[in-house]
Every structure is written in structure tokens, then in C-alpha cells.
């Protein structure tokens, strides 16, 4: 099994909805920061959303605050990003992650600061989003 499949995403009109999962092995499951990171034509890569998925700890950009809500699920060792009030700007590659490194309360507060060794990459999904 891969350590992160994902599924979701799509094509949607501005205003519209969209969740994406992704599903991880047990191992790297098991306390990590998971989110999502997405990355727009012409433009870097950012941190959007991430759990602990020991619980306690969430990471949210500015950008999408009151927008997404990401969620997980312990039993099947998955973690949803629920997207409303899509914007065209919304749309890019999306790339689940799971950072073994940011543990507890670091997951919340730095969540996207670093991209090195320490993430597992999911094989990415692409959201697009109409005017």
C-alpha cells in the first residue's frame, strides 16, 4: 500500500464544494501532521490545512480560515478537507502530506514552514475552480 493515496477533487463553480481524502498506512498514520499542501501555476507550494492526528492541534492559512475543515477518521486512518466557498484563486494541484517532524503543537504552528526529508507526499489531486 502507499503511504498516502489521495481522492477528491475536481472541477467546480465559484461558490461550490469539494472534499478530498487521503488515506494513509497504519505507521504513518500513527501521530503525525497530516494536511494538504497546494501549489497554483507560476506559484510555490503553501501549507493549507493539517492536523495532529493525535489530536489537539490544527493548522489552518489565513486564506482559507472559515472556508475548509479538515477532519479525520482513526479507524480508517484518513483525513478529509472539506472545502466550501470555493474561489477560482482556490484552484491548484493539491498535495496531501504527512510531516513525521511537527508533533503535537507543532503541527499547528508550523504546518507548510518546512518542506524537507521529514514529509510523506500523497500523489497529488488537481481542483479547479470556475468564475
Known amino acids: 500500500q502507499a503511504p498516502l493515496v489521495e481522492s477528491g477533487g475536481g472541477s467546480v463553480q465559484a461558490g461550490g464544494s469539494l472534499r478530498l481524502s487521503c488515506a494513509a498506512s497504519?505507521?504513518?498514520?500513527?501521530?503525525?501532521?497530516m494536511g494538504w499542501f497546494r501549489q497554483a501555476p507560476g506559484k510555490e507550494r503553501e501549507g493549507v490545512a493539517a492536523l495532529y492526528t493525535g489530536g489537539g492541534s490544527i493548522y489552518y492559512a489565513n486564506s482559507v480560515k472559515a472556508r475548509f475543515t479538515i477532519s479525520q477518521d482513526n479507524a480508517k486512518n484518513t483525513v478529509y478537507l472539506q472545502m466550501n466557498d470555493l474561489k477560482p484563486e482556490d484552484t491548484a494541484m493539491y498535495y496531501c502530506?504527512?510531516?513525521?517532524?511537527?508533533?503535537?503543537?507543532?503541527?499547528?504552528?508550523?504546518?507548510?514552514?518546512?518542506?524537507?526529508?521529514?514529509?510523506?507526499w500523497g500523489q497529488g489531486t488537481l481542483v479547479t475552480v470556475s468564475s
Open positions: 497504519e505507521y504513518t498514520y500513527r501521530d503525525s501532521c
Open positions: 502530506a504527512a510531516d513525521s517532524s511537527l508533533v503535537g503543537s507543532l503541527c499547528g504552528s508550523y504546518f507548510g514552514s518546512f518542506q524537507d526529508g521529514s514529509i510523506t
